[in-house]
């Protein structure tokens, strides 16, 4: 297995999270799996949020072991490598097609995660390709994430569960709480709830498209990385977009984590501490159906759950009233035991990279 030579094709569609897997997984096939590995990514600028040492003018370059090709039409795509991971069926280049053929290269595609039943029956599917002629030899195998055996596993480091951090220096005893979502979520409803909350709040605010709705409760005409707001009980901290190793840290140290689409949900499952997951809106409310897939998995040995679907449906849906918010709170103790032994349970399975690497190598 070392030294066999991997390229993942990552297309940055919207947000951080196509990059956020790509970028994880990368480090960790080079790092624990001694995999040479290139990535190719088809937006510099917007993985430079990521991957802060990548120079955005360079087509080519190395970063933290990993090999990154600038993907565009220009590119040489002469030399395909044993394993392709396509993620999340960005499709890949035509001209390279044909040096896959030649390479008889493996060829994964790697699918979004979803708690969804279904997941375990397409898992690890063959879908024999028709390129170029009608009999090239490759097969396009898709890989399904997912929180069961049968499934292709989550992505999990091998540190992942080291809970030790400091990121967040606070001396006081306020709840912390991290804040990622879409802008769509209720975010003034919960400042507003946690306003008037009985004891002192924190909240940590990396930077990203919510900022001007925390403007806007707070009646600021500019808002930027080193912003501090306060009103009653409640303090608000904006802070820089964190490297991933400092994000992850951020939700370590705080009580409640908000997180969205797939990498940081998935974080926010391993720091162990309670969290609320605002799923990637998709059409067809084929969102609600994957939170309501994750909920009855992730909760299904939680008696008192009701109030966990009520603050996920809510937060989704774009409000958050205030007693939905005071019911969770209370129920938080609970929450935070359950979430804990959950997390734990789960990583007992094998995780994602390490599963890949077996399943392509047994192809
Ligand atoms: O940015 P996202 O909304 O990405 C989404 C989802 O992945 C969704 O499933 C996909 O369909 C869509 O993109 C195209 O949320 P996600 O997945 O949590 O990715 C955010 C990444 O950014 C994750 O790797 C964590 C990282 N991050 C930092 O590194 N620093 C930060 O300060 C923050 C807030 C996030």
Same mark, same amino acid.
């Given at each position: 297995?070392?030294?066999? =030579?991997?390229?993942?094709?990552? !297309?940055?569609?919207?947000?951080?999270?196509? +990059?956020? #897997?790509?970028?994880? %997984?990368? =480090?960790?096939?080079?790092?624990?799996?001694g995999l040479d590995v290139r990535l190719w990514i088809d937006d510099l600028s917007a993985? @430079? *949020? +990521?991957?802060?040492?990548?120079?955005?003018?360079?087509?080519?370059?190395?970063c933290d072991e990993i090999?990154?090709?600038?993907?565009?039409?220009?590119?040489?795509?002469?030399?395909? =490598?044993d394993v392709v991971i396509e993620a999340f069926a960005c499709g890949l280049p035509p001209r390279y097609l044909v040096a896959m053929v030649r390479q008889q290269s493996k060829w994964v595609n /790697? $699918?979004?995660?979803?708690? $969804?039943?279904?997941?375990?029956?397409?898992?690890?599917?063959?879908?024999? @390709?028709?390129?170029?002629?009608?009999?090239?030899?490759?097969?396009?195998y898709f890989y399904f994430p997912g929180f069961t055996e049968a499934t292709g596993g989550l992505i999990r480091e091998r540190n992942t569960l080291d809970r030790h951090s400091d990121f967040v220096r606070n001396d006081h005893d306020d709840l912390k709480i991290s804040l990622f979502c879409y802008p769509n979520a209720p975010i003034k409803d919960l400042l507003f709830a946690l306003q008037t909350n009985i004891h002192r709040v924190s909240v940590y605010v990396p930077e990203s498209n919510i900022l001007p709705q925390i403007a806007d409760f707070f009646d600021a005409e500019t808002i930027d990385a080193g912003d501090y707001f306060s009103r009653d009980n409640l303090q608000v901290h904006i802070l820089p977009f964190l490297s991933q190793v400092d994000y992850d840290q951020l939700l370590r140290d705080c009580d409640i984590n908000f997180v969205r689409g797939e990498d940081s949900w998935l974080r926010a499952i391993w720091v162990g !501490?309670?969290?609320?997951?605002?799923?990637? #809106?998709?059409? $067809?409310?084929?969102?609600?159906?994957?939170? $309501? *897939?994750? /909920?009855?998995?992730?909760y299904a040995h939680l008696s008192e759950k009701k109030v966990l679907y009520e603050a996920h449906g809510y937060w989704s849906a774009g409000q958050l009233?205030?007693?939905?918010?005071?019911?969770? %709170? @209370?129920?938080?103790?609970t929450i935070k035991t359950y979430t804990l032994q959950r997390s734990e349970h %789960?990583?007992?399975?094998?995780?994602?990279?390490?599963? /890949?690497?077996?399943?392509?190598?047994? /192809?």
């Amino acid at each position: 297995m070392i030294n066999q =030579r991997w390229d993942i094709f990552c !297309k940055i569609v919207d947000n951080f999270g196509d +990059i956020g #897997v790509c970028w994880r %997984l990368a =480090r960790q096939l080079r790092v624990e799996h001694g995999l040479d590995v290139r990535l190719w990514i088809d937006d510099l600028s917007a993985a @430079q *949020a +990521i991957i802060p040492s990548l120079d955005t003018e360079k087509n080519l370059q190395i970063c933290d072991e990993i090999n990154i090709t600038k993907w565009d039409e220009n590119a040489a795509f002469s030399q395909a =490598r044993d394993v392709v991971i396509e993620a999340f069926a960005c499709g890949l280049p035509p001209r390279y097609l044909v040096a896959m053929v030649r390479q008889q290269s493996k060829w994964v595609n /790697l $699918e979004y995660l979803s708690a $969804e039943d279904w997941v375990a029956d397409f898992h690890a599917k063959p879908s024999p @390709q028709s390129y170029l002629n009608s009999a090239n030899g490759l097969t396009r195998y898709f890989y399904f994430p997912g929180f069961t055996e049968a499934t292709g596993g989550l992505i999990r480091e091998r540190n992942t569960l080291d809970r030790h951090s400091d990121f967040v220096r606070n001396d006081h005893d306020d709840l912390k709480i991290s804040l990622f979502c879409y802008p769509n979520a209720p975010i003034k409803d919960l400042l507003f709830a946690l306003q008037t909350n009985i004891h002192r709040v924190s909240v940590y605010v990396p930077e990203s498209n919510i900022l001007p709705q925390i403007a806007d409760f707070f009646d600021a005409e500019t808002i930027d990385a080193g912003d501090y707001f306060s009103r009653d009980n409640l303090q608000v901290h904006i802070l820089p977009f964190l490297s991933q190793v400092d994000y992850d840290q951020l939700l370590r140290d705080c009580d409640i984590n908000f997180v969205r689409g797939e990498d940081s949900w998935l974080r926010a499952i391993w720091v162990g !501490k309670p969290f609320i997951w605002q799923p990637y #809106v998709q059409d $067809e409310g084929a969102h609600i159906k994957k939170l $309501e *897939a994750f /909920l009855d998995l992730f909760y299904a040995h939680l008696s008192e759950k009701k109030v966990l679907y009520e603050a996920h449906g809510y937060w989704s849906a774009g409000q958050l009233p205030n007693n939905i918010w005071n019911a969770y %709170l @209370q129920q938080w103790p609970t929450i935070k035991t359950y979430t804990l032994q959950r997390s734990e349970h %789960l990583a007992q399975q094998a995780d994602l990279a390490a599963k /890949l690497v077996i399943f392509c190598n047994k /192809l």
